[in-house]
T-cell receptor, first 116, second 116 residues
Framework: AQSVTQLDSHVSVSEGTPVLLRCNYSSSYSPSLFWYVQHPNKGLQLLLKYTSAATLVKGINGFEAEFKKSETSFHLTKPSAHMSDAAEYFCVVSDLYGGSQGNLIFGKGTKLSVKP | DVKVTQSSRYLVKRTGEKVFLECVQDMDHENMFWYRQDPGLGLRLIYFSYDVKMKEKGDIPEGYSVSREKKERFSLILESASTNQTSMYLC???????????????FGAGSRLTVL
C-alpha cells in the first residue's frame, strides 16, 4: 500500500533564507511523486513532478525536489524564500503512471510562513 | 484563462437540504475528481469519473453522489446535508494515458460549504 508523510505541519522561514519541506513516501512499485502548492482561498497548483526520469526535478518559482529511493524521500527545496511563497504545500504519491486515476495519495500538507 | 470552474465559491446550507456542487472544465480531460479538504487531514477523494456516465467511489463516498452526463461537467450531490459535511470541496481533472501530462491534476478554486 502506498502512503505519504509530510514531516512538518508548519514551517516558518525568513525571507531570503532556504526552504526545506520534507516528504517521505511508501510505495510498492516505482512511484510517481508530485508537489502541489495552495495559496489562500485558491485551488492547488502543480509545482513539480517526478516520473522515473532525472532524480533532481526542477519546478516553477525556483523550487526543486530530489527523489532519493534509498531514503524514500522527496523533499522540496528553494534556495531563497520570497514572501509570495507563503502557502500550503502538498506532497502526493501515485503508484500507477498513466493508469487508474483514483490512486493519488495526498499528504496532510505543510504550511509555509515567510517572515519579512 | 480559467480551465476548471466551480460554480459556487461559498455556500451556506441548512441541515437536510439537498446540495449541488458543479464543476465544468474546458480542457477535454477524460478524468474528473471531487475531493474534500479539511484542516490537518489533507485532501480526501470522494468520487471520481474516468468517462461520461462512469463513476467510481473514492475513500469517503458516504453521504455523497455524483453525476457526469457530459464530458465537461461533473456534479457532486449531497442528498441531505449534515454539519459534518462542512468543508472545502475541490474539483480536479486529468488526462488519461502514459504521457508527461498523465496523472497531473488541474484544480478548480474550490467551493467552501457551510452546513448549519
Amino acid at each position: 500500500a502506498q502512503s505519504v508523510t509530510q514531516l512538518d505541519s508548519h514551517v516558518s522561514v525568513s525571507e531570503g533564507t532556504p526552504v526545506l519541506l520534507r516528504c517521505n513516501y511508501s510505495s510498492s512499485y516505482s512511484p510517481s511523486l508530485f508537489w502541489y502548492v495552495q495559496h489562500p482561498n485558491k485551488g492547488l497548483q502543480l509545482l513539480l513532478k517526478y516520473t522515473s526520469a532525472a532524480t533532481l526535478v526542477k519546478g516553477i518559482n525556483g523550487f526543486e525536489a530530489e527523489f532519493k529511493k534509498s531514503e524514500t524521500s522527496f523533499h522540496l527545496t528553494k534556495p531563497s524564500a520570497h514572501m509570495s511563497d507563503a502557502a500550503e504545500y502538498f506532497c502526493v504519491v501515485s503508484d500507477l503512471y498513466g493508469g487508474s486515476q483514483g490512486n493519488l495519495i495526498f499528504g496532510k500538507g505543510t504550511k509555509l510562513s515567510v517572515k519579512p | 484563462d480559467v480551465k476548471v470552474t466551480q460554480s459556487s465559491r461559498y455556500l451556506v446550507k441548512r441541515t437536510g437540504e439537498k446540495v449541488f456542487l458543479e464543476c465544468v472544465q474546458d480542457m477535454d480531460h477524460e478524468n474528473m475528481f471531487w475531493y474534500r479538504q479539511d484542516p490537518g487531514l489533507g485532501l480526501r477523494l470522494i468520487y471520481f469519473s474516468y468517462d461520461v456516465k462512469m463513476k467510481e467511489k473514492g475513500d469517503i463516498p458516504e453521504g455523497y453522489s455524483v453525476s457526469r452526463e457530459k464530458k465537461e461537467r461533473f456534479s457532486l450531490i449531497l442528498e441531505s446535508a449534515s454539519t459534518n459535511q462542512t468543508s472545502m470541496y475541490l474539483c480536479a481533472t486529468s488526462r488519461t494515458g502514459e504521457s508527461s501530462g498523465a496523472n497531473v491534476l488541474t484544480f478548480g478554486a474550490g467551493s467552501r460549504l457551510t452546513v448549519l
